[in-house]
Each structure stands twice: as structure tokens, then as C-alpha cells.
């Protein structure tokens, strides 16, 4: 789903809708966190509010969602900061209040050309706002770039169909849509090669990619590794412990994320990638044992879930298969098995990502052959005995022994650097190895 927003032209007085609205948020919201049904909310404000039954309905929606998100911890509507501003005399009761309100939200829908209380006339930068048989409300908006005008022009179309909701959204500034942006863009990327797979290996401070061809022997070659560096966003250097919670820098770092979704969407046209791997995770905010800055790394700064989305979104317009895998024993599967000078960490495990991906429900594919056999002479007199990739992780895991081929040590190796100064993060590409079995290990 993508949101657009726009400032209003000479805003109309909707103060009255927008504070009914909000009011009616705020107390479904408390009837959540009392336990009541979805139907008897919708119930308990149709009795207290005389206002479109939709915009009642919207309202709930809204307070579903905030109260899925915040279950039934304290609420301070408007933000701490808003409340300790107007108690210190810092703004008056009116701002106060005006901050506390929530845009209201018209609910999109298909059969209504898009959404049922507005009508859309969005290649003319405008909307007519419909609560009522006798009140039309004309609401205009700032012209806006050429493409996203475009694009708009085709929400319309699509909208006039009844092929695309739209749902609606204003304040007593701005207007917000929200719409399928793949329903707009449906360029399926042609040629694309069933044996070949694009994987990715993700954490707080790097990507790595890499695609693989699987050939008609048991085995499969290493097209191309590359590396994308976030580590200026995520530990900005120079700057203070202030500088680095600045709202700049969340919101850089998460418009980065999706440029970097981008750029592996085109690698995957360029390539012709029938698939496109990731790892299947579920992170919850923990105490990592390793400090505050390892803890606030992860669980706050990391955009997982945004590039994840982006690529599902993407996949979705170029109609390519992404792949979800359990990403167990990746990292050490990969550092052992492809790991090396020019196949950094993060890159080593991509590689065994994507080759899980390749036959995702075949019985016996999901760990490589495992053979002792294949080690070098030091790592084989350390770890005797071990006969799996499980137990060669917790071998390596007791004797804390370091494996990764971390890409600070072999920066040195890769054939191109990219650095990006506005963007913030850079970018490197390793050579690629040739042919590798899917069975030998190392």
C-alpha cells in the first residue's frame, strides 16, 4: 500500500467533522480496552453520534488498529510532549486540543468509484467531500510532480472502474491517499529463468546479495555478490549521542531502505531471477545481552519490516516468486561452505539462502551435505567428532571460535565501491567463484 500526501489550497472549515471524528476514535478506542465486540461498539457510537454511518464505521477501524498496537497501555492523546507544552503555558488550550485530533478517514471502496464519501477528480487536483445528500465540500490541493501526477491520473482511471479503493484521508492542512500501487504498475518482467535466484541476507548494518544458476548437474554458479553498507545511517560517525535519535535519521534511514528495495528489484530484472529469496523472520524487541547500543540497533533502528514489505510489493508488480526460508545455521552454513576473501559474511549466507529457496518443499534439500572431510586440517583437529551443520554450530558456539569472514577485513577485495554521499550508504561488488555443488561443503 502506498499514501500520498498533499497540502490542501485555501483549507475549507472542517473543524466540526474532524473533532467529531477524533471523538469518536478516542472513545471506541476506550470500548476496546473494556473488551466490547467490533459490533457493539459500531453499536455504541451509532447511539451517541448523528454522522455518516461510514465515517462511524471508519472511526472504529481506526481505533481497532491503534488499540491492536497498544493494547491496553496508557494513552496520552496528542503525545506527552503536546501535554507538557500546554500545561508550561508553551501553547494555548485550542493548539492543544487541534493536536490531539485524528485526520478523518473514509475507508476506501471498489464498487463506489474508490471510495464512497468522496468523489475523485484527481487529475484536476481536487476532491469533493460527500457526508450528507445536501453537503458537497469542494477541497482543492497543491499541484504535485509530474510522475506522481501521473500516477494519481491512473488511481482515478482505475478508481472510476471500480477496480481500486482509495481510502481518503484529511486534516485541516492536508489530504492523504491510500491505494494498491501494484495495481497500477502490473509490468510482469519478462524472460525471467526458472533456475535462477536472487537471495538476500539481512541485518541492521548490511545487505548482502547474491545470485545463483543452478546447472543441470547437481551444482550451481555464482553470477554476482554484492554488498549494501548502512552503517553511516544506522551509527552515524562524528555525531553526537543527540544528533543520532534525531527524527533525520529515522526518517533517512527508512527512505533509504526502500531505495535499496529499488535497487535489488532492478538486479532481479537484470539478472532475470524467476525468484527472489529472504529470510522467513520473526523478531521481537529483546534485551540481546550485548548492550544498550547492540539492543537499540536491532530492535529500533532496524527497518526489516519496511524492506520486507517493499519487496512483496515489488514482487507483486513484476510478477516474480518471492520466497520466504527458515534461515537456521545460514550464516555458518554459508561462512563454511562458499565463505571467503571475496565472499563476505553477509554474502555467504545469501548464497544459502537462495540455494534453499531453489527447492524450498524438497525432502532433503534444506542443509547441504555435511562431510567433515571437506574442512581444512585446523578446523578438522577442532572440531572432531562434529557430524552435522547443528553440531558444528554448537562446537563453534562453545569454543567461541570466530568463522565469519566479516567484510571490514576483505573491504579491500571487492571489484567495485560505490559511495553515495546524499544517500548515506555505499555499495561493493565481489568476483565470483564459478561453479559450486550443492553437496560439497567447502
Not at 167 to 196: C, M, P
Not at 218 to 232: N, P, R, S
Request: hydrophobic share 35%; glycine share 4%.
Amino acid at each position: 500500500m502506498k499514501t500520498v500526501k498533499v497540502p490542501i489550497l485555501k483549507p475549507p472549515c472542517l473543524n466540526t467533522d474532524i473533532q467529531q471524528y477524533s471523538s469518536m476514535v478516542r472513545m471506541a478506542f476506550k470500548r476496546y480496552q473494556e473488551g466490547l465486540s467490533n459490533k457493539e461498539i459500531r453499536s455504541y457510537l451509532k447511539e451517541r453520534y448523528t454522522i455518516n454511518s461510514w465515517l462511524i464505521e471508519s472511526a472504529r477501524a481506526d481505533a481497532q488498529n491503534l488499540y491492536n498496537t497498544l493494547k491496553t497501555k496508557h494513552v496520552i492523546w496528542g503525545g506527552l510532549d503536546n501535554l507538557k507544552k500546554y500545561l508550561n503555558g508553551s501553547i494555548s488550550k485550542e493548539q492543544y486540543k487541534c493536536r490531539r485530533n485524528f485526520p478523518v478517514c473514509s475507508v476506501g471502496e471498489s464498487p463506489n468509484k474508490g471510495n464512497r464519501l468522496f468523489e475523485l477528480t484527481l487529475k484536476n487536483n481536487q476532491v469533493t467531500y460527500k457526508p450528507s445528500r445536501r453537503i458537497h465540500t469542494e477541497i482543492r490541493f497543491c499541484p504535485v510532480k509530474k510522475k506522481l501526477a501521473q500516477e494519481l491520473a491512473k488511481v482515478q482511471e482505475l478508481a472510476e472502474q471500480g477496480k481500486m479503493p482509495v481510502t481518503v484521508k484529511f486534516t485541516s492542512t492536508h489530504l492523504f491517499f491510500t491505494y494498491d500501487e501494484s495495481l497500477i504498475y502490473n509490468e510482469a518482467y519478462k524472460g525471467l529463468k526458472h533456475n535462477r535466484v536472487l537471495g538476500i541476507d539481512m541485518n541492521p548494518n548490511y545487505i548482502g546479495v547474491s545470485v545463483i544458476e543452478f546447472t543441470k548437474k547437481a551444482g550451481f554458479t555464482v553470477l554476482h555478490k554484492e554488498v549494501f553498507d548502512l552503517t553511516t545511517l544506522t551509527k552515524p560517525s562524528g555525531e553526537s549521542s543527540q544528533h543520532k535519535k534525531s527524527k533525520y535519521f529515522t526518517n533517512k534511514l527508512k527512505h533509504e531502505t526502500i531505495a535499496i528495495a529499488y535497487k535489488i528489484n532492478k538486479l532481479v530484472d537484470y539478472w532475470k531471477c524467476n525468484k527472489l529469496a529472504i529470510e522467513d523472520l520473526s523478531i521481537k524487541p529483546t534485551n540481546k545481552q550485548k548492550g544498550k547500543t547492540f539492543n537499540r540497533l536491532c530492535n529500533n533502528k532496524w527497518e526489516r519490516q519496511l524492506f520486507v514489505d517493499k519487496l512483496k510489493m515489488l514482487a507483486g508488480i513484476h510478477k516474480y516468486e518471492l520466497v520466504e526460508v527458515n534461515p537456521a545455521y545460514s550464516s555458518i552454513v554459508g561462512n563454511f561452505a562458499y565463505g571467503g576473501p571475496n565472499t563476505p559474511d553477509m554474502v555467504a549466507a545469501s548464497i544459502e539462502i537462495a540455494r534453499r529457496a531453489y527447492k524450498k518443499f524438497e525432502k532433503g534439500w534444506f542443509y547441504p551435505r555435511f562431510n567433515i572431510n571437506h574442512l581444512n586440517e585446523q578446523w578438522k583437529q577442532t572440531l572432531s567428532g562434529v557430524k552435522s551443520w547443528k553440531d558444528l554450530f554448537l562446537k563453534v558456539k562453545e569454543s567461541k571460535l570466530k568463522y565469519r569472514f566479516l567484510l571490514s577485513d576483505y573491504i579491500g577485495n571487492a571489484v567495485f565501491r560505490g559511495i553515495y554521499p546524499k544517500q548515506k550508504w555505499e555499495r561493493y561488488t565481489f568476483t565470483t567463484n564459478g561453479c559450486i555443488p550443492h553437496f560439497a561443503t567447502i
